[in-house]
């Protein structure tokens, strides 16, 4: 044993028993990986978050210089100090914040004047700047000295040539938007419409031209029309390129002397230095995404291939956070051990993901879904485990290698990028290990667990023998047969395309992915993101408003009140801050304002005048620059071409100006035709109160500013009747289908052909159906079960046919034209010998097969069919007026178990052809030779009374036995390949009605409602002459001799009396049996020990039809038409609906829907979660029963010489197949489905067995 | 699938879908095509990646810059992607030896970000010198088809696409059509060949994958008649 062959050993060994581990502690287990992935995710808490949002550090004006370039001699403490402070910032910003109002507010202004002569203010101001010098010891310096000289605008800017300065300082103030020149400003008419000129018009997140030079956010300024507060507030924005605090501080005070504030709070003694970040352009963003894009098909398509787990999408989401959490921990790790992150995360992170793979994970999950599906879970996970184990850890030897191998290239960037691959490649590996093989197993537990559930049952009812004897030729037969059943699915693409028109493919597309709503959702989330996050201060100074107008009595109302002229109005304004008090503007002016108005100073006059605005400065105002973009100083600089990404600017403390102005001076400053230009004639101009323009009616000076608000109010309201009808209109052409109206709007008038809803009708297709002729009567009683399909006719005449071929296998006649021919030979030919049966059966022609002689034979009869007719028609006009009361007779024909043709005499048939065989083969019988010909002779024997000799009744097949129910209450089990009675039953006389064959169970329910359960028992016989079988009549054993094995049909249970009248469905699955009956009730009854478990009441009348799957879901319909759905573990009504009109006639499920068919010929289909209807489909008279699930979605309807497939998700017409020429005439009364997906239907006395058309079938 | 189809009986049509895909010649188009369209989106989007350096913050039209190179580079490299990726597939079926290496889209995935990776450090990593780039990017080319490929056939083609761009790059930049910053392997960057042979490793990948489809359908139609 080699040293790789040991170590190979020792690692499947560790690996086995940690398996073990993981799978027997699965909850600790993640827990504690939960615990580790949280504790090495520890770290990351401290690295900045990762976004492009500035970054702020603010130290103090006093003694400040800039901090040196080389950060490493810097004194203090460091820990306070961002990494990013280091050496002179891109700029020095000073801001100076005018705010002026004109107070004493005149009755006779306008609105305009509220803005015009603030405005005009900051061409004196920005003068005043521009020839401020310092003169002191060292020699005067001036503005250009210190400020930033810029030289040219981007050449993409040329709209804005005019408006930022092109050479020079940096100045901007509101005066650029009349390139600082006062004559201009004087001569323009529409101040608003020069400053709003260069506004977007759609929403935009980076900085305005507005926003640039009044460098406050726009709701600030003032200038509006409708500011009920009649003040402006603009700043002058200052660049320099240096800091000079002498400069700066006798500029601020010059400007402090020449325009007092008089209550300003502003300590300005802290200096802002901003960080901004690298911005993301596209030109890098279309790489990163295309990573990214990459990554995730990566994911998608390792993930799809986990498979034959219970929840794939459980374990997918496992894998993902297996590597996530793996990347986390190893950038948390790296970063505990003091290995900071200098390359960018976003970009290198899908190579990570990529480099550490989820290739690991996949195998494993591979490995373990192929161990044996029988063992425990443990020993599964440890095996798959174990046995992937030298691959894992020999590719993780090789990734680490290669990794290292990177590590040694010695790039910085390299090496750390190994450095983080190599910690997660331990770290995932880890997880794997801990996390996703405990998943696992977790996983893997609830499947077996769902598994149990669905198979337990029916495994408890299968006998520990092999249910059935069969030839061994037959077995051979099966094996080659694919086992699983055919499924069918949809050609998704091209099939599809090549039908559906174009819009309903395009709504379908959007219905199906959901599309709309995910991208209105997506839009409303993102848009309220954006306005969120341009504007947080917006909601903020909105709610405050709110609160403040909802102060009882507001100001409002007394300054619409109608006041006599001559009164100076002095209507109010709000607060200057919404955020004070709504009390305190109601302080007195004359304490605030002292001497400032001395002429209305008047007590009388201040009652109804209020206070003028007050300019206050408080906190908030230094802080002002904040409620800007955060894109306003990178988009200013940008203009200049000059980058701030990782740079960082100084903002020096604000200069306040405030300007108080009064009417005189405001009228001087106003525009010739400012008194009957556009926005002055809103306010009426008798009054000249502007604020009487709001409506008054509303009795609320908010009301101008409310107009606004209204009118958004009113265009979203429109938009949004606009699209309520807009989606009408298309629900109304796209979706005409009746939803939820029972029987309304056929889907097709009778005679026509058969078309969509949309008037499209598909394509006929004329398939030549296999016909399997050979009854003479009308085909009753149908069964299969993939491979065989047995029929029975009016006639009494039972047919076995191969179901792959359509050839008859083997005719057992009714037991009349035994008895009229005479000829004891001519039984031979439907009592095949079992050597050749199958195999003459697979080479005849399914016609009319010749019949096989004994040598020892006469001559054939050639036309063996001729004296059946003559019974047939005695048979009938017997049965015609023999028949008893049927049970249902509206039924009949949609049952299809139920048969209603009386008086043959199937039984004696039987017998004596037994008896004859049986001399004949093993002539050591103890049954006298001389009975035969006796009873030939006789006729009946007594005890065969023509009511015991049953018509047949209900019929069912599996694995190559069939079980027949008389009329007479006789079970008989043949043999379908052989054609022999195999046993025979009659423990009652009762007819019956209908059989459930499952496993090896028979369960009889008969016409006086009671129930018997027999279980068919195979014994294996030593010899053949050991046994013989007896006709055991009237016994409940009975067993007949066949080939090497016997089957004995042995009574287990009876039920006497399970309903009160006639049992009329009957169904069995999942260990469960079913019973419906006559008098209004369902029962479930326990398969293996017939214990009743619960009965169901809810129907108003005669239970119909009954379906149960596997899942325990248990539906069932009754002559109310209506529809039950029951829960079969608590026996609880899960849901009601009424169905039909009449009866319901058949009912049968498929994962997502009901599908149900009533007398009134309608089939509808239902959800089968919530009972709605989803829509129906209009049959031909006469062949409302006639359905058939192929698979969960395609659907098979009769109707007349035709049948139908439709798509069952969208109830689209697919396919109509005609069955030849012929058969027009001839509804399909009755379609069965096989397990290869062909479909017998019952036309009459014919089957026609038909494919589904090759291009439904067809597969990817 | 086609094992469980072939065994059902009864009347088998082609339908026309199956038909027009099984046909050759449309199938070989569509692979082009395909392969087309990647190339030209993978040169533009590593195009970008190379010019990315020298672009500021701010461009004035940023849309532009993504075009920035002449028109003829992503219709080139489109075109020159459908040769390999139908090359490969081709050289494999002549070989007779069908490449069985981990043949999934997943794996492809993986291999197109290892290369696009690639590029992005010959972009992005500040390397000391051009030989240590180089070697680095040999280097990780050389993992690339060991990790994706491991064929022979592979390893030849793909070395000799590399000969013949890097030869068909220095042509046209010898007559300057366009040039490089700073040539150091005569007027090419030396890391090119790499990033060719890469490339070519990378497209042959995906070409092989979808003639993958191919292979099924014929398989199929085989069974079938």
């Given at each position: 044993m080699t040293l790789t062959e040991r170590l190979r050993e020792k690692i499947s060994q560790a690996f086995y028993s940690h398996g073990l581990l993981c799978a027997s502690y699965p909850v600790p287990i993640v827990l504690f990986t939960g615990l580790c992935i949280l504790a090495c995710c520890y770290p990351l808490l401290k690295l900045p978050l990762p976004g492009t949002g500035p970054v702020e550090f603010a130290t103090p004006v006093k003694d400040y210089t800039p901090p040196p370039a080389d950060p490493e001699p810097w004194p203090g403490e460091p820990s306070e100090r961002p990494d990013w402070y280091v050496g002179t910032p891109v700029a020095y910003i000073q801001q100076i914040f005018v705010k002026t109002s004109v107070s004493p507010w005149h009755k006779n202004l306008l609105a305009v004047d509220v803005f015009r002569s603030p405005l005009s203010r900051a061409f004196q101001l920005v003068e005043e700047i521009r020839n401020h010098v310092l003169r002191d010891s060292s020699g005067t310096r001036s503005l250009e000295d210190v400020c930033l000289q810029v030289t040219d605008l981007l050449p993409g800017l040329r709209k804005l040539r005019n408006l930022l300065p092109e050479h020079g300082c940096l100045l901007l103030s509101p005066g650029n938007f009349w390139q600082n020149d006062r004559e201009r400003f004087h001569a323009d008419r529409d101040i608003i419409g020069t400053i709003h000129q260069h506004e977007p018009k759609t929403l935009q997140t980076s900085a305005t031209l507005k926003d640039l030079l009044f460098g406050v956010p726009g709701k600030y300024s003032g200038v509006s029309l409708y500011k009920k507060r009649r003040m402006v507030s603009y700043t002058i924005t200052l660049v320099f390129q240096h800091y000079h605090a002498k400069f700066l501080g006798s500029l601020r005070a010059r400007l402090m002397l020449l325009y007092p504030s008089p209550n300003c709070s502003l300590r300005a003694e802290s200096l802002v230095h901003v960080h901004f970040k690298e911005e993301i352009g596209i030109a890098e963003l279309i790489p990163l995404v295309t990573t990214y894009i990459i990554l995730f098909a990566y994911i998608y398509f390792s993930t799809r291939k986990i498979d034959m787990v219970k929840s794939k999408w459980g374990l997918a989401l496992a894998a993902v956070v297996t590597v996530l959490s793996s990347l986390l921990m190893s950038v948390g790790l790296c970063t505990l051990f003091g290995l900071t992150p200098t390359l960018n995360g976003g970009e290198i992170f899908p190579y990570l993901v990529v480099v550490i793979g989820f290739e690991n994970v996949l195998v494993l999950t591979k490995s373990v879904v192929s161990t044996p599906v029988d063992l425990e879970v443990k020993l599964r996970i440890a095996q798959g485990l174990s046995g992937e184990s030298w691959s894992i850890m020999k590719n993780m030897a090789t990734e680490l290698g290669i990794i290292l191998i990177g590590y040694f290239t010695l790039v910085p960037a390299i090496q750390e990028f190994c450095l983080f691959a190599v910690v997660g490649l331990v770290s995932d590996f880890f997880l794997q290990m801990l996390f996703f093989t405990t998943v696992l197993s977790i996983d893997i537990r609830r499947m077996e667990l769902a598994d149990l559930n669905k198979r337990l049952p029916a495994e408890a009812c299968l006998p520990p023998a092999k249910p059935v004897g069969r030839p061994a030729r037959y077995e051979r037969q099966l094996a080659a047969r694919p086992s699983t059943p055919h499924t069918i699915t949809l050609q998704p693409s091209s099939f599809r395309n090549l039908r559906l028109p174009k819009r309903l493919r395009v709504v379908y597309f959007l219905a199906r992915t959901r599309l709309a709503q995910r991208l209105i959702m997506a839009g409303t989330v993102v848009w309220i993101g954006i306005l969120v996050y341009t504007d947080p201060a917006g909601l903020r100074t909105y709610l405050a408003a709110q609160v403040t107008e909802q102060s009882p009595l507001g100001e409002g109302s007394l300054a619409s009140m109608p006041v006599p002229s001559g009164v100076l109005p002095a209507s109010r304004v709000d607060p200057a801050f919404a955020i004070f008090p709504p009390d305190a503007p109601r302080l007195p002016e004359n304490q605030t304002l002292p001497g400032e108005q001395p002429e209305q100073a008047g007590p009388a006059e201040s009652a109804q005048d209020g206070p003028v605005p007050e300019v206050t400065w408080g906190p908030e105002d230094e802080e002002r620059w904040r409620e800007l973009s955060f894109r306003h100083w990178p988009t200013l600089f940008s203009y200049y071409n000059i980058t701030l990404a990782k740079r960082y600017i100084s903002l020096l403390p604000v200069i306040p100006v405030t300007l108080r102005l009064n009417p005189r001076e405001a009228l001087e400053g106003r525009h010739p035709q400012d008194g009957h230009s556009a926005w002055a004639s809103r306010g009426p101009a008798p009054p000249g109160v502007w604020e009487a323009a709001g409506p008054a009616g509303l009795g609320s000076a908010q009301a101008p500013r409310d107009v606004t608000l209204y009118k958004v109010a009113l265009l979203g309201l429109a938009a949004g009747v606009a699209l309520v009808l807009l989606l009408l209109c298309l629900y109304r052409v796209l979706c005409p289908r009746d939803y939820g109206q029972p029987g309304g709007g056929g889907r097709?008038?009778?005679?026509?052909?058969?078309?969509?809803?949309?008037?499209?009708?598909?394509?006929?297709?004329?398939?030549?159906?296999?016909?399997?002729?050979?009854?003479?009567?009308?085909?009753?009683?149908?069964?299969?079960?993939?491979?065989?399909?047995?029929?029975?006719?009016?006639?009494?005449?039972?047919?076995?046919?191969?179901?792959?071929?359509?050839?008859?296998?083997?005719?057992?006649?009714?037991?009349?034209?035994?008895?009229?021919?005479?000829?004891?030979?001519?039984?031979?030919?439907?009592?095949?010998?079992?050597?050749?049966?199958?195999?003459?059966?697979?080479?005849?022609?399914?016609?009319?097969?010749?019949?096989?002689?004994?040598?020892?034979?006469?001559?054939?009869?050639?036309?063996?069919?001729?004296?059946?007719?003559?019974?047939?028609?005695?048979?009938?006009?017997?049965?015609?007026?023999?028949?008893?009361?049927?049970?249902?007779?509206?039924?009949?024909?949609?049952?299809?178990?139920?048969?209603?043709?009386?008086?043959?005499?199937?039984?004696?048939?039987?017998?004596?052809?037994?008896?004859?065989?049986?001399?004949?083969?093993?002539?050591?019988?103890?049954?006298?030779?001389?009975?035969?010909?006796?009873?030939?002779?006789d006729g009946p024997p007594p005890a065969w009374t023509p009511s015991a000799e049953g018509s047949i009744w209900s019929l069912e097949l599996q694995g190559g036995l069939f079980v027949v129910g008389r009329s007479s209450g006789r079970l008989e089990v043949w043999d379908a390949i052989e054609g022999e009675l195999r046993c025979s039953s009659e423990v009652s006389s009762s007819g019956i009605t209908a059989l459930v064959f499952l496993d090896a169970r028979v369960v009889a329910a008969r016409l006086n409602g009671s129930l018997d359960f027999f279980s068919l028992e195979t014994h294996a016989v030593l010899s053949p002459l050991q046994f013989r079988g007896t006709s055991g009549r009237g016994s409940s054993l009975s067993a007949l001799q066949s080939g090497s094995d016997v089957v004995a049909c042995r009574l287990t249970h009876t039920v006497p009396c399970a309903h009160q009248k006639p049992i009329t469905a009957l169904r069995a699955a999942a260990g469960r049996l079913v019973t419906g009956s006559q008098d209004h009730t369902l029962r479930v009854f326990r398969l293996e020990d017939s214990c009743c478990l619960f009965t169901l009441q809810g129907h108003s009348g005669a239970i119909t039809s009954v379906y149960v799957d596997q899942t325990m879901v248990l539906a069932s319909g009754g002559q109310d038409g209506a529809i039950c759905l029951w829960d079969m573990l608590t026996g609880s009504r899960v849901s009601h609906m009424f169905a039909h009109r009449g009866d319901v006639t058949s009912l049968t499920c498929t994962a997502s829907c009901i599908i149900s068919s009533g007398l009134d010929d309608l089939i509808s289909i239902w959800d089968r979660s919530t009972g709605i209807k989803l829509y129906s489909i209009q049959q031909d008279l006469g062949c409302g029963a006639s359905l058939g699930v192929i698979s969960d979605n395609l659907l098979v309807t009769g109707g007349q010489g035709c049948v139908s497939f439709w798509d069952l998700n969208y109830g689209d017409l697919l396919q109509t197949v005609y069955l030849g020429k012929n058969s027009e005439a001839q509804p399909a009364r009755q379609i069965l489905v096989l397990d290869n997906a062909a479909i017998v239907c019952n036309f009459g006395s014919e089957l026609s067995l038909v494919y589904v058309p090759s291009v439904l079938e067809k597969l990817d | 699938m086609a094992e469980g189809e072939t065994e059902s009986p009864g009347p088998k049509k082609c339908g026309p879908y199956i038909s027009s895909v099984t046909s050759q010649s449309v199938n070989l188009v569509i692979r082009g095509v395909v392969l087309f369209f990647i190339g030209v989106f993978l040169a533009l989007v590593l195009n970008l990646l190379q010019i990315q350096r020298n672009v500021t913050l701010f461009p004035p039209d940023v849309i532009a810059s993504i075009f920035s190179s002449a028109w003829w580079v992503p219709p080139c490299c489109g075109t020159a992607s459908a040769v390999i990726g139908l090359l490969y597939p081709c050289i494999d079926r002549h070989l007779g030896e069908p490449h069985k290496f981990k043949r999934e889209w997943s794996s492809v995935m993986r291999c197109v970000a290892v290369f696009v990776g690639i590029n992005h450090a010959s972009a992005k990593v500040d390397f000391d010198n051009n030989i240590q780039l180089s070697l680095t990017l040999a280097a990780l080319s050389i993992g690339l088809w060991w990790t994706f490929d491991r064929s022979r056939s592979g390893f030849g083609l793909g070395v000799g696409i590399a000969f013949l761009a890097t030869v068909v790059t220095q042509l046209l930049v010898y007559n300057g059509v366009y040039q490089y910053t700073s040539p150091d392997f005569l007027y090419v960057r030396s890391w090119l060949p790499c990033i060719f042979f890469a490339g070519g490793i990378t497209m042959g990948n995906i070409g092989r994958q979808l003639a993958m489809y191919e292979c099924k359908v014929i398989a199929e139609k085989s069974h079938q008649e």
């Amino acid at each position: 044993m080699t040293l790789t062959e040991r170590l190979r050993e020792k690692i499947s060994q560790a690996f086995y028993s940690h398996g073990l581990l993981c799978a027997s502690y699965p909850v600790p287990i993640v827990l504690f990986t939960g615990l580790c992935i949280l504790a090495c995710c520890y770290p990351l808490l401290k690295l900045p978050l990762p976004g492009t949002g500035p970054v702020e550090f603010a130290t103090p004006v006093k003694d400040y210089t800039p901090p040196p370039a080389d950060p490493e001699p810097w004194p203090g403490e460091p820990s306070e100090r961002p990494d990013w402070y280091v050496g002179t910032p891109v700029a020095y910003i000073q801001q100076i914040f005018v705010k002026t109002s004109v107070s004493p507010w005149h009755k006779n202004l306008l609105a305009v004047d509220v803005f015009r002569s603030p405005l005009s203010r900051a061409f004196q101001l920005v003068e005043e700047i521009r020839n401020h010098v310092l003169r002191d010891s060292s020699g005067t310096r001036s503005l250009e000295d210190v400020c930033l000289q810029v030289t040219d605008l981007l050449p993409g800017l040329r709209k804005l040539r005019n408006l930022l300065p092109e050479h020079g300082c940096l100045l901007l103030s509101p005066g650029n938007f009349w390139q600082n020149d006062r004559e201009r400003f004087h001569a323009d008419r529409d101040i608003i419409g020069t400053i709003h000129q260069h506004e977007p018009k759609t929403l935009q997140t980076s900085a305005t031209l507005k926003d640039l030079l009044f460098g406050v956010p726009g709701k600030y300024s003032g200038v509006s029309l409708y500011k009920k507060r009649r003040m402006v507030s603009y700043t002058i924005t200052l660049v320099f390129q240096h800091y000079h605090a002498k400069f700066l501080g006798s500029l601020r005070a010059r400007l402090m002397l020449l325009y007092p504030s008089p209550n300003c709070s502003l300590r300005a003694e802290s200096l802002v230095h901003v960080h901004f970040k690298e911005e993301i352009g596209i030109a890098e963003l279309i790489p990163l995404v295309t990573t990214y894009i990459i990554l995730f098909a990566y994911i998608y398509f390792s993930t799809r291939k986990i498979d034959m787990v219970k929840s794939k999408w459980g374990l997918a989401l496992a894998a993902v956070v297996t590597v996530l959490s793996s990347l986390l921990m190893s950038v948390g790790l790296c970063t505990l051990f003091g290995l900071t992150p200098t390359l960018n995360g976003g970009e290198i992170f899908p190579y990570l993901v990529v480099v550490i793979g989820f290739e690991n994970v996949l195998v494993l999950t591979k490995s373990v879904v192929s161990t044996p599906v029988d063992l425990e879970v443990k020993l599964r996970i440890a095996q798959g485990l174990s046995g992937e184990s030298w691959s894992i850890m020999k590719n993780m030897a090789t990734e680490l290698g290669i990794i290292l191998i990177g590590y040694f290239t010695l790039v910085p960037a390299i090496q750390e990028f190994c450095l983080f691959a190599v910690v997660g490649l331990v770290s995932d590996f880890f997880l794997q290990m801990l996390f996703f093989t405990t998943v696992l197993s977790i996983d893997i537990r609830r499947m077996e667990l769902a598994d149990l559930n669905k198979r337990l049952p029916a495994e408890a009812c299968l006998p520990p023998a092999k249910p059935v004897g069969r030839p061994a030729r037959y077995e051979r037969q099966l094996a080659a047969r694919p086992s699983t059943p055919h499924t069918i699915t949809l050609q998704p693409s091209s099939f599809r395309n090549l039908r559906l028109p174009k819009r309903l493919r395009v709504v379908y597309f959007l219905a199906r992915t959901r599309l709309a709503q995910r991208l209105i959702m997506a839009g409303t989330v993102v848009w309220i993101g954006i306005l969120v996050y341009t504007d947080p201060a917006g909601l903020r100074t909105y709610l405050a408003a709110q609160v403040t107008e909802q102060s009882p009595l507001g100001e409002g109302s007394l300054a619409s009140m109608p006041v006599p002229s001559g009164v100076l109005p002095a209507s109010r304004v709000d607060p200057a801050f919404a955020i004070f008090p709504p009390d305190a503007p109601r302080l007195p002016e004359n304490q605030t304002l002292p001497g400032e108005q001395p002429e209305q100073a008047g007590p009388a006059e201040s009652a109804q005048d209020g206070p003028v605005p007050e300019v206050t400065w408080g906190p908030e105002d230094e802080e002002r620059w904040r409620e800007l973009s955060f894109r306003h100083w990178p988009t200013l600089f940008s203009y200049y071409n000059i980058t701030l990404a990782k740079r960082y600017i100084s903002l020096l403390p604000v200069i306040p100006v405030t300007l108080r102005l009064n009417p005189r001076e405001a009228l001087e400053g106003r525009h010739p035709q400012d008194g009957h230009s556009a926005w002055a004639s809103r306010g009426p101009a008798p009054p000249g109160v502007w604020e009487a323009a709001g409506p008054a009616g509303l009795g609320s000076a908010q009301a101008p500013r409310d107009v606004t608000l209204y009118k958004v109010a009113l265009l979203g309201l429109a938009a949004g009747v606009a699209l309520v009808l807009l989606l009408l209109c298309l629900y109304r052409v796209l979706c005409p289908r009746d939803y939820g109206q029972p029987g309304g709007g056929g889907r097709r008038r009778r005679g026509e052909l058969p078309c969509d809803d949309y008037g499209y009708a598909p394509p006929e297709t004329e398939i030549v159906p296999l016909v399997l002729r050979g009854h003479l009567m009308d085909i009753e009683c149908l069964a299969s079960d993939g491979m065989l399909l047995v029929s029975s006719c009016l006639a009494g005449h039972v047919r076995v046919w191969d179901a792959q071929t359509g050839d008859c296998l083997t005719r057992i006649p009714r037991p009349g034209q035994r008895r009229d021919s005479g000829s004891p030979e001519a039984r031979e030919h439907w009592a095949r010998l079992p050597e050749d049966g199958p195999k003459a059966g697979a080479q005849e022609p399914r016609d009319s097969p010749p019949r096989r002689r004994r040598p020892r034979g006469p001559p054939p009869t050639l036309f063996g069919d001729q004296p059946d007719l003559s019974c047939l028609i005695d048979t009938d006009f017997a049965g015609a007026q023999s028949k008893p009361s049927q049970p249902e007779p509206r039924h009949r024909a949609g049952c299809g178990r139920v048969c209603d043709t009386p008086g043959y005499d199937f039984n004696r048939l039987v017998q004596r052809a037994c008896r004859s065989e049986g001399p004949a083969r093993h002539p050591p019988s103890p049954t006298p030779p001389s009975e035969d010909p006796t009873q030939d002779k006789d006729g009946p024997p007594p005890a065969w009374t023509p009511s015991a000799e049953g018509s047949i009744w209900s019929l069912e097949l599996q694995g190559g036995l069939f079980v027949v129910g008389r009329s007479s209450g006789r079970l008989e089990v043949w043999d379908a390949i052989e054609g022999e009675l195999r046993c025979s039953s009659e423990v009652s006389s009762s007819g019956i009605t209908a059989l459930v064959f499952l496993d090896a169970r028979v369960v009889a329910a008969r016409l006086n409602g009671s129930l018997d359960f027999f279980s068919l028992e195979t014994h294996a016989v030593l010899s053949p002459l050991q046994f013989r079988g007896t006709s055991g009549r009237g016994s409940s054993l009975s067993a007949l001799q066949s080939g090497s094995d016997v089957v004995a049909c042995r009574l287990t249970h009876t039920v006497p009396c399970a309903h009160q009248k006639p049992i009329t469905a009957l169904r069995a699955a999942a260990g469960r049996l079913v019973t419906g009956s006559q008098d209004h009730t369902l029962r479930v009854f326990r398969l293996e020990d017939s214990c009743c478990l619960f009965t169901l009441q809810g129907h108003s009348g005669a239970i119909t039809s009954v379906y149960v799957d596997q899942t325990m879901v248990l539906a069932s319909g009754g002559q109310d038409g209506a529809i039950c759905l029951w829960d079969m573990l608590t026996g609880s009504r899960v849901s009601h609906m009424f169905a039909h009109r009449g009866d319901v006639t058949s009912l049968t499920c498929t994962a997502s829907c009901i599908i149900s068919s009533g007398l009134d010929d309608l089939i509808s289909i239902w959800d089968r979660s919530t009972g709605i209807k989803l829509y129906s489909i209009q049959q031909d008279l006469g062949c409302g029963a006639s359905l058939g699930v192929i698979s969960d979605n395609l659907l098979v309807t009769g109707g007349q010489g035709c049948v139908s497939f439709w798509d069952l998700n969208y109830g689209d017409l697919l396919q109509t197949v005609y069955l030849g020429k012929n058969s027009e005439a001839q509804p399909a009364r009755q379609i069965l489905v096989l397990d290869n997906a062909a479909i017998v239907c019952n036309f009459g006395s014919e089957l026609s067995l038909v494919y589904v058309p090759s291009v439904l079938e067809k597969l990817d | 699938m086609a094992e469980g189809e072939t065994e059902s009986p009864g009347p088998k049509k082609c339908g026309p879908y199956i038909s027009s895909v099984t046909s050759q010649s449309v199938n070989l188009v569509i692979r082009g095509v395909v392969l087309f369209f990647i190339g030209v989106f993978l040169a533009l989007v590593l195009n970008l990646l190379q010019i990315q350096r020298n672009v500021t913050l701010f461009p004035p039209d940023v849309i532009a810059s993504i075009f920035s190179s002449a028109w003829w580079v992503p219709p080139c490299c489109g075109t020159a992607s459908a040769v390999i990726g139908l090359l490969y597939p081709c050289i494999d079926r002549h070989l007779g030896e069908p490449h069985k290496f981990k043949r999934e889209w997943s794996s492809v995935m993986r291999c197109v970000a290892v290369f696009v990776g690639i590029n992005h450090a010959s972009a992005k990593v500040d390397f000391d010198n051009n030989i240590q780039l180089s070697l680095t990017l040999a280097a990780l080319s050389i993992g690339l088809w060991w990790t994706f490929d491991r064929s022979r056939s592979g390893f030849g083609l793909g070395v000799g696409i590399a000969f013949l761009a890097t030869v068909v790059t220095q042509l046209l930049v010898y007559n300057g059509v366009y040039q490089y910053t700073s040539p150091d392997f005569l007027y090419v960057r030396s890391w090119l060949p790499c990033i060719f042979f890469a490339g070519g490793i990378t497209m042959g990948n995906i070409g092989r994958q979808l003639a993958m489809y191919e292979c099924k359908v014929i398989a199929e139609k085989s069974h079938q008649e």
